[in-house]
């Protein structure tokens, strides 16, 4: 019933929770590349494409994903700073990339 956090206290009144900003975790590798992983979990089996490498303070990842979402003909989203695409093309997907001029590896299964 007690979790020890402490709200109230009579001699120093409302005390306020402390909690530290989380911001979301950018995964970069140090080699370049950026990968292109195929992920189906939690998805009911539909599998998607996520970009993930891309550096969110050098890029706009939603003008990025949008050009990709075009370029590709399918849907997606900017989550966690990583791109999704709809679908399981990834070789067309690589080739778009590439022509962007970003050095791209296939990752996942």
Not at 83 to 89: H, L, M, P
Request: a positive charge; aromatic letters at 4%.
């Amino acid at each position: 019933m007690s979790d020890n956090n402490l709200v109230f206290s009579t001699e120093l009144g409302r005390i306020k929770q402390t909690e530290e900003p989380q911001t979301p975790s950018v995964k970069l590798f140090n080699d370049g590349f950026i990968r292109i992983e195929r992920q189906t979990k939690g998805r009911k089996g539909k599998g998607v494409m996520i970009i993930v490498g891309i550096d969110p303070s050098a890029h706009d990842l939603k003008k990025l994903a949008k050009t990709l979402k075009g370029k590709m003909g399918q849907g997606g989203a900017v989550k966690n700073n990583q791109i999704e695409i709809q679908g399981d093309d990834r070789e067309k997907l690589k080739s778009i990339l590439e022509n962007l001029q970003f050095k791209v590896k296939l990752a996942g299964g």
